[in-house]
Every structure is written in structure tokens, then in C-alpha cells.
């Protein structure tokens, strides 16, 4: 069988179109030789780049949790405060059901067999750094005291678990788009979190600045200078509007 995948990109076409089987047929449904059609590659060439299909998923995961990880720390970088901090994660949360959907879905719908992973495996170790950022968040707002007195440890393992089953129910042609939905999580998080609620219509407008600012952020591509560099301040963008 020809090798078209080979050259610089060839393993990254391979965790590409591993992930979309993935994403569509789930772990146990996709194949090596699958994979290898769709490419018109041989399967050996898989195996050399990735040796096993269990080692293909680890890739995926690792690679989907760092992208991910890098996001939520701009967010947090970019906003001023916890509250908005919170809101754009969790804006982002359903926002990648749209806009990096096939590794979203192919990570969530094997969130659980992850889970099962050694506890020092790197992708134990990306999820709890990803779960540490929102517990930090939480964290500054109780101190600050934008946020009610909670524990802030089950709240946190509570935001990150309510996402990873989105792709059970949410269809990107549904009657509510993803910046839609992830209003109506913002107001569901944020009004049992926040003391004074007077914020919720402006960081739950599916249209405003906030949810402008993350997409900003989350569609910038990987490596590009924009994700490297500062994007355009939520301030910035409702002075301007």
C-alpha cells in the first residue's frame, strides 16, 4: 500500500484521523486499519510511529488536555477577575463542542477509560493540573469574596465533570448553539456561586464581549503568534463596543 502520509506531518495525520474514528465510532470501534485506508498508508507505518492503538489514545489525550490547559491559563491571565475568569472556562467548555469538536468528543466519550490510567501517567497528571485551575479560580473568588464560602474542591471536580458528558446530548445543528448553552452554564454555575448576581446578564450574553475574548483564544491556531500573544482584553472589547 502507498505511503501518502509520509514527510514532516505524517504522524499528526495519523492522531488526526485516529481521533475523528474515535470521536465517531468510539475507541473500541476504531482500527488501525481503518486509519491506515483512509491514509492509504500500511499499518506498520502506524505501529512505528505509535506502536500501540492504546499508545495512540494516550497521545490523543495528552495532546487534546495541553491545548487545553494552555487555554484555561490565558483565560485566566486575560480577565480581571475570578468571576470572569470562571465564566470564560466555562464559556470555553461548550464552545469546544464547536469549535475543536472531533477531539472533544473523542476525548470525552473515553473520559472513563482514561480515568482508569496509572496515577502518575501524564494525562492523570494534565487532568489535575486543568482541575487545579479551576479550583484555583474558585479558590480567589471565595477570598475575594465574589463567591460564597463552598468546597471548593467538589465544586471544581463538579464543573469539569459536568462538561465531559456534553457531547451525549449537544448537537452542534441543535435549536441552541454552543455559546448558547454555555450561557445557560454560566448562569447555572455562577448563580449558585456568586454573592452579588447583578454580573449574570452581561457574562451570560451569548453575543457580548466575554464570550468574544475566549473565542478569540480557543480558535487561534496551535503555535501560531496569536496563541502566543496577549488577545484583545475583555476591557478593550467593551470599551470598543
Sequence with gaps: MSERATGPGKSGAILDIFTRHVAEKGYDGTSFSGVASELGISQGLIVHHYGTKARLLEALHVSYMQRRIGEARRIVSEFATPTEQLAGLLHAAMLYQVHDRHRTVAFQREVARLAQEDENSEGRKLRRSYIGILHGVVDAGVASGEFRAVDTSIRS??????????????EPEGRRSAA?????????????LLVNRRSLPRLTDPDGSLVAAVLEIITAPAGSPEQCESPTSLRDLEKDG
Excluded: N, P, R
Excluded at 465533570?161 to 449537544?170: C, I, K, P, Y
Excluded at 450561557?183 to 455562577?190: G, P
Design 157 to 170: 471536580l463538579l464543573i469539569f465533570g459536568a462538561a465531559q458528558w456534553a457531547w451525549t446530548w449537544f
Design 180 to 192: 448558547q448553552v454555555g450561557a445557560e452554564l454560566v448562569d447555572l454555575t455562577l448563580g449558585s
